[in-house]
């Protein structure tokens, strides 16, 4: 990196005009995507791997050749169609699911604009090669390791990589390590880090794995920290061992000792294991944040990454800045006014030269500003002034200056940023044509106009210069020559509220959700927009004051404040991380550079289409319009996808637990086990698959309202609860078979039976569990869902009669039981329903 530029681009193979597309296309196949080793999507045999070491398939596996080495070939092909439809299904859902997903980042994936066949253009990030000729600007990632060519002011935040939060100016001239660090080269900048201001051509030099942020990312790759998404289904995963612990070897022991043959007991054991564990888990999840996904893309919300999706759900707080949320987003020059409040040209004229030649980090009012484009002419601005330098915004300073020259060579630097700021640097005002010493008084009179103009809405600017004798073409200018200014006025913007902002604040309220404002604006205007579309404003806690606060002050102030306003990025970051102390799920919504410290805090980072680079890279959902009705709209969506995944839980935890309960009980008495290896397997499978149309069901209203996180209590309740339920008629069910049709004597009989209404209970509980209201009355499960709970019942029912029933140990059934059955079922939906409606009195609706 560090070789001198001439020798540098004969060995990237340097060409002035950019490399051609057929150059381009042969160095990608020679050097890859633009990608880092954790981006990647898995590959076919790795993906498939993936399943084949899933702790299920091992289980099965071993159960399988277990079966086959004690000669139990039914048992051994059952088991094998079992591992293998698992798999397939899984495999394809899932590749569905990842392929849906990378379509979705498709949509706003960032660009590099890079120089090809002498032109410049936009291309992914992923297409940039090794000898590309790329621009960047302010708020630009850089999208690799890159040799600058030319720069002009360029500050650059390598704070991803080295932990330091100041600026580094990054140049166009030779430079050398002393440690032998790269991230010491002032001309080079490095992938991972993100341009904060001004302008410069770089050459690429690495791509991918092998630039210095992707050597260190491919030792890291997989390592991603764990969503409370996974860490949910961690907890709920160790639930169903604890069960299986205390409930496996209790069936072992039981049937071993009573039954005096250990290798059936084991078998047993083992079905009863796999008949616990909840085997279509990771293909109902997949399917059902993946359709999540799709369906938020539909309205206009973009999913990232698709765990954040539960997330989005329980997200109680919402930060955001008002600008472009709840104000329009598009702000006009009101005025332009001297010290005094009066109109003045030269004001608006000055304001314009800044604007005009600066090229760091333009924003919304810069583009207010640069309206005015009959200044250009009037002030013949390229042929009386030249500019020599720049002191490039930053969100500490709160201000940017430029320096140019007029035609008597008089070098003039020209300040504009916030007032407050902006004062303290000024020593003189000027008064129409005068100049005279700034006093106290002064200051409060200018003061008491900035806020007049802020409390009527008004984003107000300061607007100060002075003259710089002696000056020249090569002098570097730094921020210590802003001071001792002549404060010649101020720049007044307005941005009005949305007409959709009110309305989308009620509806976020409907859904539990409280928003904050943060914002780096005054008080005053901060105030002034918030109580127009009705967010309480009776307290705004300001940037100096959080600086003096200590960690424990500043949680108990978070929750105690709606707006917070006069913010630097670093009180954002502080405030959301104070919040999340006080176990709040933190949603922060920005599109700036000076956000992108928050978004990464956040546990669900929201940004749109339109934000910089890095707040983008930065995010985890991508709103394809600035608007908090689609927001809303998104988290029901990230809700409903939950609910679902809930739903199978609850169904097949309480369920399965309900079965082996019944299992442990019937083992402790029957002279014989209470159903084959092959049938509890059989029944799972069946069940399973009735449930992969969950993703498709309904979700009642009454769930979308409240935000909704991982409750592993209550999860543990519901299964203890509802799942004894099944024993109960499962039991009755025993009862019938030994005592009315002397089962007692024909073990297939009696499996038959427990089977038959294991399954038709199972699968119908599906609709009782998916709701807290009346089942079939006040609430239907989607068509799908009703279509495959039949289907899986019939083909339960045709299994005991089909050429397969003897393979699986099967018998024709007598027609009374049938009679028997119905009445089993109704008398289980009524109990289940009792049930259901009790724990959500005595303990609150869980979903």
Request: charged share 20%; proline share 3%; glycine share 6%.
């Given at each position: ?14 060409f ?84 849906a ?31 590309d ?146 085997e ?67 004001v ?171 914002t780096?604006d ?27 606060m ?43 550079i ?53 739903k199978y ?16 009980g019937?083992s ?91 399954l038709?209970?199972q ?53 009374l ?10 008398c ?20």
């Open positions: 990196m560090g070789l001198p530029l001439n020798e540098l681009k004969t060995r990237m193979g340097f002035r005009e950019g490399l051609t597309t057929q150059e381009a296309t042969k160095r990608l196949q020679q050097y890859g995507f633009n990608e880092i080793a954790k981006e990647k999507p898995l590959s076919a045999l790795k993906r498939l791997w993936n399943h084949l070491k899933n702790p299920l398939v091992i289980l099965l596996s071993v159960l399988g050749v277990v079966s086959w080495l004690t000669s139990d070939i039914r048992a051994t092909i059952v088991i094998f169609v079992m591992v293998l439809l698992g798999i397939i299904l899984r495999y394809f859902q899932e590749m569905r699911a990842d392929k997903a990378e379509k979705l980042k498709a949509m706003v994936s960032t660009h590099a604009s890079v120089r090809r066949d002498n032109k410049d253009i936009e291309i992914p990030l992923k297409m940039l090669v090794p000898g000729i790329i621009m960047l600007g302010a708020g630009d990632m850089v999208p690799a390791d890159v040799r600058i060519l030319s720069a002009k002011d360029l500050f650059v935040n390598q704070a991803a990589l080295t932990g330091e939060s100041l600026l580094v100016e990054k140049n166009d001239k030779e430079s050398h390590s002393e440690n032998n660090n790269p991230l010491e080269l002032l001309n080079t900048c490095f992938l991972g880090t993100n341009v904060i201001s001004g302008s410069a051509t770089a050459l690429v030099i690495h791509t991918g794995d092998d630039t210095y942020f992707g050597n260190i990312a491919y030792n890291l790759a997989g390592e991603r920290q764990p969503t409370s998404f996974d860490k949910g289904i961690n907890r709920f995963t160790w639930l169903m061992i604890r069960f299986i612990f205390i409930m496996v070897p209790a069936v072992f022991l039981i049937n071993g000792l009573s039954r005096h043959n250990w290798v059936e007991a084991f078998l047993f054991a083992l079905a009863v294991a796999v008949g616990l564990t909840p279509m888990l990771p293909m109902i999840i997949s399917v059902n944040l993946s359709k999540g996904a799709i369906a938020m893309s539909r309205k206009k919300v973009i999913v990232k990454r698709l765990n954040s999706i539960q997330n989005f759900g329980a997200m109680d707080v919402l930060c955001t800045d008002k600008t472009g949320t709840i104000t329009r987003g598009k702000i006009v020059l009101e005025q332009h006014l001297d010290v005094k409040g009066g109109e003045s040209q030269k608006l004229d000055f304001g314009y030269l800044n604007s005009f030649y600066h090229t760091g980090l333009k924003n919304i009012m810069d583009d207010a500003i640069l309206d005015h484009e009959e200044l250009e002419t009037a002030l013949k601005i390229k042929d009386t002034y030249k500019k020599i330098d720049e002191i490039p915004f930053d969100f500490v300073r709160k201000r940017m200056s430029v320096v140019v020259e007029d035609k008597t060579g008089l070098n003039m630097l020209i300040c504009k940023g916030a007032v407050e700021n902006l004062l303290d640097l000024c020593t003189q005002v000027e008064v129409g044509r005068e100049m005279k010493v700034m006093k106290n008084e002064d200051r409060e009179e200018c003061l008491q106009l900035v806020h007049r103009l802020n409390s009527n809405g008004f984003r107000v600017l300061a607007i100060a210069y002075k003259y710089i004798p002696g000056g020249s073409d090569e002098q570097v200018y730094k921020t210590a020559d802003e001071s001792d200014l002549v404060l010649l006025g101020y720049l007044s913007f307005f941005d009005p509220p949305k007409e959709t902002a009110s309305e989308a604040l009620q509806r976020l309220e409907k859904l539990n959700i409280e928003v904050k404002i943060l780096g005054n008080e005053a205007i901060t105030a002034y927009i918030c109580k127009k579309v009705g967010i309480k404003t009776e307290q705004v806690l300001l940037g100096p004051a959080i600086e003096n200590t960690e424990e002050q500043l949680k108990e102030a978070a929750g105690n404040y709606n707006v917070f306003a006069r913010l630097v990025p670093t009180h954002k970051k502080r405030i959301i991380q104070a919040l999340q102390k006080s176990g709040h799920v933190i949603g922060f919504m920005g599109d700036g000076n956000d992108a410290p928050a978004l990464k805090a956040a546990d669900i980072g929201i940004s749109v289409d339109s934000a910089v680079d890095v707040a983008k890279e930065s995010s985890d959902i991508i709103l394809l319009e600035t608007s908090l009705l689609v927001l809303e709209q998104g988290v029901a969506e990230g809700r409903r996808v939950f609910g679902n995944i809930i839980i609850e169904m097949a935890a309480s369920s399965n637990f309900g079965n082996m309960f019944s299992v442990v019937a402790a008495f029957l002279p014989f086990v209470p159903m084959l290896p092959i049938q509890i397997l059989t029944n799972n499978l069946l069940y399973d698959f009735s449930q992969t149309t969950i993703p498709t069901d309904n979700v009642d209203k009454e769930w979308l309202i409240k935000p909704r996180k991982w409750a592993i209590g209550e999860l543990q309740r519901f299964i203890l609860f509802i799942g004894p339920i099944s024993s109960i008629f499962d039991y009755i069910t025993f009862f019938i078979m030994w005592f009315i049709f002397h089962a007692k004597n024909n073990e297939a009989l009696f499996h038959t039976g427990w089977f038959v209404e294991s038709f209970t699968t119908l509980i599906i609709h009782i569990i998916r709701t807290n209201k009346i089942s079939f009355i006040q609430s239907r499960a989607s068509w799908q869902l009703i279509t495959s709970s039949i289907i899986i019942v019939f083909v339960g029912a045709w299994l005991t009669v089909s050429p397969l029933a003897t393979t699986l140990g099967f018998v024709s059934l007598p027609p039981y049938w009679s028997l059955l119905v009445l089993i079922l109704f289980y939906i009524i109990l289940t329903q009792l049930m259901k409606s009790w724990l959500i009195r005595r303990y609150g609706a869980s979903r």
